[in-house]
């Protein structure tokens, strides 16, 4: 009986027009959709940079400083695709 009652509350809350100032789930799916795709272009660049760091340790040819530089790349290219899985996660938590 209770969970009916509550089941037609949510219908009713749901089906509801929406005003202006509330929440809408609407909001909620472009909200998730945003940090989608932000993910996705974050790890795309993320991939660019570990290209290019990769292509540094080729032309580094054993010389110290250039493979200094590549391997900082290496390490800024790691934190951008962990930094897309947790907007991903954001977004599957919103």
């Given at each position: 009986m209770f969970f009916?009652?509550?089941?037609?509350?949510?219908k009713n809350i749901?089906?509801?027009?929406q005003e202006a100032n509330q929440f809408s789930f609407d909001n909620l799916?472009?909200?998730s959709s945003f940090f989608n795709?932000?993910?996705v272009f974050i790890l795309i660049v993320g991939f660019l940079i570990l290209a290019g760091?990769?292509?540094?340790?080729?032309?580094?040819?054993?010389?110290?400083e250039?493979?200094?530089k590549a391997h900082s790349t290496l390490i800024g290219a790691f934190f951008f695709i962990l930094g897309a899985i947790v907007?991903?996660?954001l977004g599957k938590i919103f």
């Open positions: 009916n009652i509550a089941k037609a509350e949510i749901l089906t509801k027009p799916a472009s909200i795709w932000s993910a760091a990769f292509f540094l340790y080729l032309l580094a040819a054993g010389v110290e250039k493979m200094s907007v991903y996660l």
